[in-house]
Every structure is written in structure tokens, then in C-alpha cells.
């Protein structure tokens, strides 16, 4: 009798072999890692949520949700080649943008010449809610369990009924204000996450750019949004509600006036799959103020 499982099982082991190409066009063959180093915090909860967070040795500082104890091998625009090296990765995953931000443009090339495999994932900074879902499909490859990444994405589906249902029928001027202090404050453009999380959540972005602009009163009651949204942290650092209102412009807007300030997750800015289920609760605090 002709042996039909086991050349089942070899065509099975190859197409898990199968090289993934990168969004920066290089293709690595990189099956079933097992020790890696994932950069950005949504490459991180993306490893978590198909279950192989036992693979990841090293995470960059936003690499912090799920809660873990991993070595961090520093900031996220400032990532240490040698430092990376020093983990004895397999594979190295990262996005676009961070290897692309701040000092990191020659890391990848540093750790190829090494002799790391690098797998870069598309920005998430772009491509919303479809561009979570190419990466979350990316690394079902990797890991190769493509089903669990399928089954991630038709759940984003589900919690987007759920956000559509829930939006408020008149859309609210919004804007989106990145605050360290009261004194460093800027508002949020219409390229990124915050954006992303706006729109979705039935808000209209009403920045009159694509980038991030300093805060000054005359810009902000120019505007003149309904509703402010912030980091959980930036919310913090200007000292509460109290303290937002003593900012430049804010006591005169409209949204200062009604208090209609709204703090969202930390992570916001790279749009990850947890983007969902944070348009929903954003789309429901909307509705219940804007109906």
C-alpha cells in the first residue's frame, strides 16, 4: 500500500516553509521561529493573540500590553543593533515606520549583515483596520496557524457591526490633542491611528492637516470642536479635566465649554487589533453625548 499520509504531511511541512515577503520587498523563509524579537507594541499583541507569545526574547518599550516581564532592548526610534544581536533572535519583526523612525534607518541593514533574518511588516500607521488584518495574516504565516489569523480578523468584523450600530446619527467635530504637559501640547492630524479611531467611532477629524501642529489658542477656538480626545497619560500629564481647561484656547471651544473630553488607550497612535473594540467604546460615548 502506497504511504499517502506521509507526503501529506511533506506538503504540508513545505507550504508552512514558504518565504514571506516583507513590505519592504525582501522575503524570508521563516518557519515556525523560535526565538523572536518583536518591535512595536501591535506586533507584540499580535504574537500574543495567536498565542505564541513563548517565542518573543526581546519587545521595544511600547511592547507592553499583554503586561509582560520581556527584556526590552530600548526606544522605539532609537533600537540598538547590537543590542537586538545579543538576544540570538531567529527572527526579527518589525513594521515599517519604526524601522524607519528616528535613528533606526540602517538597523535592518545592520542585522542582515549580521546574519538575522528581518521580516518587515507593512506601517501601522496606514491602511486602518485592513492594514492590521495584512499583518495579523503575515504572521499567521510565520507562525503557521493562518486559520487563528483568520479567525482574529472575522472577530474585527463582528466588533465593527457593533461599532456601526452604535455611532452617534450626528457626527461631532473633533480633535485629537497629544499632550506631554501643559506647556507641550499639539493636535493630532488626519494621517495615524488617532484618526483612524475618530472616524471609525462615527467623529469627524476637523484638523485642516495631515501632520501634527503645536497647540496655540487661536488655532484650537478657530476649530472650535465639539468633543477633545486624548491619551489615558496625556490627560494625566496636564493634570485632569481642571487642568486641560487652563490650556490655551480650550475653556472657549465648545468642548470646553460642555466638558466633552474623552481619554483613549496609550497605544492608539499605531493601529493595532484592539483598534475595534476602542471605536466601540468611543462610538458609544458619542452617541449617549451627540445622539
Known amino acids: 500500500m502506497k504511504r499517502i499520509i506521509p ?4 506538503l504540508t511541512s513545505v507550504a508552512l516553509a514558504a518565504p514571506v515577503k516583507g513590505a519592504d520587498g525582501v522575503s524570508v523563509d521563516v518557519s515556525n521561529p523560535k526565538r523572536v524579537v518583536a518591535l512595536n507594541a501591535t506586533t507584540v499583541e499580535m504574537i500574543y493573540r495567536l498565542g505564541k507569545q513563548g517565542t518573543i526574547v526581546g519587545i521595544d518599550v511600547t511592547g507592553t500590553y499583554p503586561p509582560n516581564k520581556i ?3 530600548g526606544h522605539w526610534a532609537q533600537l540598538p543593533a547590537e543590542g537586538i544581536i ?6 526579527v ?15 535592518v541593514q545592520q542585522l542582515r549583515s549580521a546574519g538575522v533574518k528581518v521580516l518587515v511588516l507593512p506601517a501601522t500607521d496606514t491602511g486602518g483596520l485592513d492594514g492590521v488584518k495584512t499583518r495579523l495574516n503575515m504572521l499567521g504565516q510565520v507562525y503557521g496557524v493562518p486559520n487563528a489569523a483568520a479567525s482574529l480578523t472575522r472577530s474585527f468584523d463582528t466588533t465593527m457591526k457593533a461599532v456601526q450600530a452604535n455611532k452617534p446619527k450626528n457626527a461631532p467635530k473633533v480633535i485629537f490633542l497629544y499632550a506631554h504637559s501643559p506647556t507641550d501640547a499639539s493636535i493630532y492630524g488626519t494621517d495615524g491611528g488617532a484618526n483612524e479611531l475618530i472616524t ?3 467623529g469627524r ?3 485642516p492637516f495631515k501632520d501634527t501642529k503645536t497647540l496655540t489658542a487661536e488655532a484650537l477656538v478657530a476649530m472650535n470642536p465639539d468633543a477633545i480626545v486624548m491619551l489615558e497619560r496625556g490627560l494625566d500629564g496636564v493634570g485632569g479635566v481642571e487642568g486641560l481647561l487652563k490650556m490655551p484656547g480650550v475653556a472657549q471651544t465648545n468642548a470646553g465649554k460642555n466638558k466633552r473630553f474623552y481619554t483613549v488607550d496609550n497605544s492608539i497612535r499605531w493601529i493595532g487589533p484592539r483598534l475595534p473594540e476602542f471605536a466601540l467604546k468611543l462610538a458609544r460615548q458619542f452617541k449617549a453625548d451627540f445622539r
Open 7 to 10: 507526503f501529506a504531511f511533506a
Open 71 to 73: 527584556p526590552s532592548v
Open 86 to 91: 545579543a538576544l540570538k533572535p531567529d527572527l
Open 93 to 107: 519583526i518589525g513594521t515599517a515606520d519604526n524601522f524607519a523612525a528616528g535613528k533606526n534607518g540602517t538597523v
Open 200 to 202: 471609525l467611532a462615527g
Open 205 to 207: 477629524n476637523i484638523a
